[in-house]
């Protein structure tokens, strides 16, 4: 049987790059994107295949240009002949109060977020559907289920990303295809780590206070979730046995939204 084919967006570090590297293990055909030239993540692309016999392909692409979601999908099935998991994975974040953040800071946050990953899943529910079979995992936040002060752009685009998932699973559910959100808390990765100083002058307090008093103090179990326990989930979402679980967003989350 031909490999499955799965396309993981900014996957050249932090969950994502979790997430290709376990679909490389499981036998997938990986394919890894970034806005980076392929020179500058030539390790890391060196660091997934190690893990996998498959063919490990990067397509660079800069997401916050939205057209860019469906040219990278489209690149995908051009090489491969097909596209079988997409998992819209990229995202960044600005902290900032609405009355500080510029238009096109709120622009670039909903575009990465949303704009590409209603045009990736626009390219490749296509080919899904004539196959009878897709996954489609969008990784969306706690912060798509609830707000936290600082991060309207964030906030609103993990929402209507929600939204969209939701609205996506209604309209395949009749063809073998599932779409899921996946709704992390905080897991520690370079996102994450660039977002402590704009935190810290955010909220005028030490990195120490940002981590206790700010991140870990939404998060019940007082412990950052790691990259891994995502990757799982989103492995677990492409198995047979998760052929009926669509239109969810599944919190890991350290019982953050239980609050
Ligand atoms: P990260 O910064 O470690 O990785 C982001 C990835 O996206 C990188 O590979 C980067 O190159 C890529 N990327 C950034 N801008 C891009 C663009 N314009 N075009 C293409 N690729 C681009 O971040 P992360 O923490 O691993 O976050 C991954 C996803 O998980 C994001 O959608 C984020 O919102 C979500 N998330 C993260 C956390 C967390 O605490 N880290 C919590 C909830 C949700």
Redesign the pocket.
């Known amino acids: 049987m031909n490999a499955k084919v799965a396309l993981i967006?900014?996957?050249?570090?932090?969950?994502?790059?979790a997430i290709a590297k376990d679909f490389a293990k499981d036998g997938y055909i990986t394919c890894l994107?970034?806005?980076?030239p392929e020179q500058d993540v030539a390790e890391v692309i060196k660091e997934v295949a190690k893990e996998s016999s498959k063919e490990i392909a990067y397509f660079s692409?800069?997401?916050?240009i939205a057209q860019n979601g469906a040219r990278l999908v489209e690149a995908v099935i051009a090489k491969f002949g097909h596209i079988d998991v997409l998992v819209n994975?990229?995202?960044?974040?600005k902290v900032s109060s609405i009355e500080k953040l510029s238009l096109s800071d709120w622009e670039r946050v909903r575009t990465?977020?949303l704009d590409a990953s209603f045009q990736t899943m626009q390219a490749a529910i296509p080919d899904m559907v004539s196959r009878n079979w897709g996954r489609i995992i969008n990784?969306?936040?706690?912060?798509g289920l609830v707000a936290s002060p600082y991060k309207s752009a964030?906030v609103a685009a993990?929402h209507a990303l929600i939204g969209l998932t939701k609205t996506g699973a209604l309209e395949v559910a009749q063809n073998g295809i599932t779409i899921n959100a996946i709704?992390?808390?905080?897991?520690?990765?370079?996102?994450?780590e660039?977002q402590l100083k704009d935190q810290m002058k955010a909220h005028n307090m030490s990195e120490e206070e940002v981590i206790e008093i700010v991140m870990l103090a939404n998060q019940p179990t007082k412990k950052f979730?790691q990259?891994q326990e995502i990757a799982s989930m989103a492995l677990y979402l492409c198995s047979d046995m998760a052929r009926s679980i669509t239109g969810a967003s599944i919190v890991i989350d350290g019982g953050w939204t239980a609050k």
């Open positions: 967006t900014g996957s050249t570090s932090g969950i994502g790059l994107n970034s806005f980076e692409a800069d997401l916050a994975n990229a995202g960044v974040q990465i977020t990784i969306a936040s706690a912060h964030y993990k709704c992390p808390g905080y897991v520690l990765t370079p996102l994450v660039k979730i990259p």
